[in-house]
């Protein structure tokens, strides 16, 4: 994504909380994290990336290669709003501890690097490779910031760049640019998906108000397929960021594509935010799904339906025996991303998450989850059954967990309920609240108590809500909490909620609050996350 000419925006964080069941024993465990008062610049998130310095927006060019995962993104090194885009680069082992690495791609005569992505060409296909070097081939829009200015539609291009050394440095192709602009003033953010059962590359393009699919041999000469998108979906703002990717329906051997389609604006909460379609492919031609056909502006497949995950695509070259779809976004919202009060840097990348293609009652709907590599950081821990509650009640608080680096597993079986309230607070008054409306059948967060706001008038203006996809008599949460975020995974990740926060001091205790009767919990189950 990169609503870079109209929002500029930034944003950072991250303040996770988790939820996991677990034994029906309360346990609490040696020593706790001191936690200690939060400064308006100290928002650092504890686990999620963020840039050393400078602004972030876009994960782009995501694959995984000789051990490592490789993260690049939409970088401006100089300050800490958007500007001239770089690609910076972060490696990591597991998705979850990130090392940033020198600037990958660089602005030069002929624009800004926007977003794309990255493949490892294993066959060389396209001839860059060389001395039994494997080329890793990256694919970006050229942004002309002056043709812009001028009022040119065709400022922007398709490039590629392949690098010989496992993605640490880039070499720029001569002939750029590999596709030029057909009179389209939003065409960008190549993604390229490798398509076995068709022998070819497929790159899918954002073109305003569609997605172009290309195919190629050699990832150089790109062919145009088809045009999907008119028509469907939600259409509030400029499509941007899409991906494509083919995908096993869970506990059965069918398979089925899927195209993800970010927007700016027009995201469930407002601003930004990420759609998905599920469909078929034929090598050339996208067809959308009978149970979605005319699926209009108010539909609910959304990868996330928080105001806080944009951009998100999934890491190439995968290996067949890890046999996952791995996903990331940009944590934050173009509505407020470049007022948020952090200073020298700006932005994080949500939790790595687990993407998979479940079908119920005819309908395909992705649902996501904390990818597993989390549960190595797990520390401290704290369980507890059976809870009987009557008034608000405390269920954790800092002496038990750090609230700032915590997950979180929460079960109820009985929805008697017409309210499931939780909350999260601190000495000073901070108060994030969230839960579900069962007679609604709605989750709901509200930030607006929950420290600084007043940075922007669109950050908390309004409860964020999401529907319940599930139709489970029973409703389970996971909640990662990071400093300045929190990740909300319901009933084994159909309904997904990310919102960054900035509290004006550390959270301290989480409880629940019931408003008609006795509520029971069957299970809380809560963990320390250690760095």
């Not at 690097?113 to 060389?124: E, K, L």
């Not at 190439?316 to 944590?331: D, H, Q, S, V, Y």
């Not at 929805?415 to 008054?429: C, H, R």
């Not at 059948?441 to 922007?456: H, V």
Request: with cysteine; net charge negative; proline share 4%.
């Amino acid at each position: 994504m990169k609503n870079k000419f109209i929002f500029l925006s930034s944003c950072l964080l991250s303040a996770m909380l988790l939820f996991s069941c677990k034994d029906n024993k309360k346990e609490s465990n040696e020593e706790t994290s001191e936690v200690t008062a939060q400064s308006d610049t100290d928002f650092r998130p504890n686990f999620h990336f963020t840039p050393e310095s400078g602004w972030m927006n876009d994960p782009n060019g995501m694959f995984y290669h000789n051990g490592y995962f490789h993260l690049y993104f939409q970088h401006y090194p100089d300050d800490n709003v958007w500007g001239p885009m770089h690609w910076g680069h972060a490696i990591s082992t597991d998705m979850i501890t990130w090392k940033e690495q020198p600037i990958a791609l660089y602005p030069d005569e002929k624009g800004y690097i926007f977003s794309g992505s990255a493949v490892v060409d294993h066959n060389n296909t396209s001839g860059f490779g060389e001395e039994g070097k494997t080329p890793i081939i990256a694919m970006f829009t050229y942004h002309d910031p002056k043709g812009e200015k001028d009022g040119e539609i065709d400022y922007q291009s398709q490039a590629i760049a392949y690098s010989l050394d496992e993605g640490k440095t880039f070499t720029k192709y001569e002939g750029n640019p590999v596709i030029e602009n057909p009179e389209i003033r939003d065409f960008r953010d190549p993604k390229i998906t490798r398509d076995e059962v068709h022998d070819q590359w497929i790159m899918v393009l954002s073109a305003d108000d569609k997605t172009m699919f290309y195919t190629s041999q050699n990832l150089k000469d790109w062919e145009l397929a088809s045009e999907f998108g008119r028509g469907l979906g939600a259409h509030g703002g400029v499509w941007e960021c899409p991906d494509f990717i083919q995908m096993n329906v869970k506990g059965t051997d069918e398979k089925k594509w899927v195209l993800i389609q970010s927007l700016n604006p027009g995201g469930f909460n407002g601003g930004s935010g990420t759609q998905y379609f599920v469909g078929d492919f034929d090598g050339k031609t996208f067809t959308l799904d009978e149970s979605m056909k005319g699926v209009g502006e108010d539909h609910s497949y959304w990868i996330d339906f928080g105001k806080d995950n944009y951009a998100g695509v999934t890491w190439a070259n995968i290996p067949k025996e890890n046999g996952r779809t791995l996903f990331m976004g940009w944590m934050s919202n173009w509505l407020y991303a470049q007022e948020v009060p952090t200073e020298t840097w700006r932005s994080a990348m949500t939790i790595a998450r687990e993407l998979r293609l479940e079908k119920e009652n005819d309908a395909y709907t992705i649902s996501s989850m904390p990818v597993k590599e989390l549960k190595n950081y797990r520390g401290i821990s704290y369980q507890e059954k059976d809870i009987k509650i009557e008034e608000e009640t405390k269920l954790i608080d800092s002496s038990k967990i750090d609230l700032t680096s915590a997950e979180i597993r929460f079960k109820i079986s009985d929805l008697q309920q017409s309210n499931y309230k939780f909350k999260l607070s601190n000495s000073q008054g901070d108060e994030l609240i969230f839960g579900y409306n069962h007679p609604k059948k709605e989750f709901y967060l509200d930030r607006s108590g929950a420290g600084q706001t007043e940075f922007s008038e669109d950050f908390a203006n309004k409860i964020s809500v999401a529907p319940r996809i599930s139709e489970d008599k029973e409703l389970d949460g996971v909640i990662i909490l990071d400093k300045t975020s929190i990740e909300l995974f319901y009933d084994d990740g159909k309904t997904v909620i990310t919102e960054i926060v900035f509290p004006n001091y550390p959270w301290e205790q989480l409880s629940i609050i019931p408003e008609n009767g006795e509520l029971s919990l069957d299970e809380i189950e809560a963990y320390q996350l250690k760095f």
